[in-house]
């Protein structure tokens, strides 16, 4: 898997240096703190000026002192504030690109996009700004693609356990439907129709008892006949 390295460039390592005025002190402490890459203490010292005398300028360094210290989101704000208070163009592409950077190291390749786009509107010869543009650019296309490609998965997902949810309750269906009557088979039907035939031994031996019952029919009806009835003599 390929990895993409990519570098932004920083328009301003060393922060604006500032004309005398009463916050011009903590300016400097400021400045001198950002060369010695003690960006928390720079921070401090902006803060001290810009409290004093808000100034463009003291805005836009105190966005490079939070910047890195990867504060990103924060500062941002600043950034973004340079760029709507600063009437020369100069300073306010200077904040547009820096507010790129920052869209850029959260990921917000969009908002990165249109910060490059201002900031080469205000100077559209900045080389640093359009190589960033471009970086920008494609890695917003990749977000893009990452993005539909976990969009399409999860409607497959989706789909998927709806087709397996209509199969079960299609199958639920099924399993409460009574079952057929069951049916005999032709040998249990032609014996329930008609009887087996006897075998010549099974018929000699069934005749032979219904002789003997005769017989003892007979018997009984000869014996009844002949006995007789005691007669009373009425005198």
Known sequence: MLSVRFFLIWLLFVPVCLMAQPAHSWLRKGDSAYGRKNFSKAEDSYRRALEKKRTNEGTFNLGNAIYRQERYDESAKHFEATAEAATGNQLKA??????????????????????????????????????????????????QQQQQNQQNQQNQQQKDQQNQQHKDQQQNQQDQQPGQPQTPNQKQQKNQE?????????????????????QKVQQNLRKGQTREKKVTKDW
Do not use: C, W
């Open 94 to 143: 200077k904040a547009f690109h820096n507010l790129g950077n920052a869209h850029f190291l959260n990921k917000e390749y969009g908002k990165s996009v249109e910060a490059y786009k201002k900031s080469l509107r205000l100077n559209p010869t900045d080389f640093d700004t359009k190589k960033n543009l471009a970086m920008a650019l494609q890695q917003m296309k990749l977000q």
């Open 194 to 214: 008609q009887p087996e035939d006897l075998s010549k031994e099974e018929a000699r031996q069934l005749l032979q008892i219904m002789d003997q019952e005769e």
